[in-house]
């Protein structure tokens, strides 16, 4: 079956740039997390959705940072203006359950930002 | 606030046993995953506990001591495709969040 999908998988931005990367979880999975991970180092967590309510933002680094989930399925991160600091890979994954017992994440491919 | 260590790197032999250790320091806990990550691919599950014990998958296994703050991966009959990098992470109490560890880089050495 499909899992998790991210586009693009390499992006090339000027600084000041906007971009928006995609994240296609797997159907039905209710619980979507957005991570950035730089290299040589694990993921931090960004932000977490529950279906379409974005229920924790707490790990995005910025204001110029937004995510949205509008029907619960497709999300989109969102950098505006963006600054060499945000070249890293940006993880998407998903999950079936809400953050209860074996809540097994299932991790996209990323998609690597390169500020230049 | 959130601190979890794991060993930056480690090499073993191919067909030896390795075990990573992680310790944690969480405002709240709900659970320790393992995640492996082959360079520029996505993390993939390995195992997950949430009660102290032993938890046994095949060639991996992970202990967990809660009131340690400490979990363990055991790699066993170690193969060339284990060369990666190995990810403990801590769910916070709400479920929402997940912490990693920087990650483990394993080498598998003939």
């Known amino acids: 079956g499909a899992g998790v999908s991210q586009s693009p998988r390499y992006k090339v931005a000027k600084r000041g740039q906007d971009v928006a990367l995609r994240c296609d979880p797997i159907?039905?999975?209710?619980?979507l997390f957005w991570y950035q991970q730089a290299l040589g180092q694990g993921p931090e967590f960004l932000t977490y959705f529950q279906n379409e309510a974005q229920l924790d933002k707490s790990g995005l680094p910025s204001d110029r940072f937004f995510a949205e989930r509008p029907e619960g399925s497709v999300s989109t991160l969102k950098i505006q203006r963006t600054q060499q600091e945000d070249s890293a890979v940006y993880l998407c994954?998903?999950?079936?359950?809400?953050?209860?017992?074996?809540?097994?994440?299932?991790f996209g491919p990323g998609t690597r930002l390169t500020v230049t | 606030g959130q601190n979890i260590d794991q060993p930056t790197e480690m090499t073993a032999t191919e067909g030896a046993i390795v075990q990573i250790n992680c310790t944690y320091q969480t405002s709240g806990f709900n659970g320790l995953f393992w995640y492996q990550q082959h360079a520029g691919e996505a993390p993939t599950f390995l195992s997950y506990n949430v009660l102290d014990g032993l938890e046994e998958k095949g060639r991996f296994s992970s202990f967990l001591s809660r009131s340690k703050g400490y979990s363990y991966l055991l790699l066993k009959e170690l193969q060339m495709k284990d060369s990666a990098s190995y990810l403990c992470a801590v769910r916070d109490k709400t479920g929402n969040q997940f912490y990693f560890g920087t990650g483990t880089s394993l080498t598998v050495i003939p």
């Open positions: 159907s039905g999975h209710v619980s």
């Open positions: 994954a998903s999950s079936l359950a809400p953050g209860r017992g074996l809540d097994e994440q299932y």
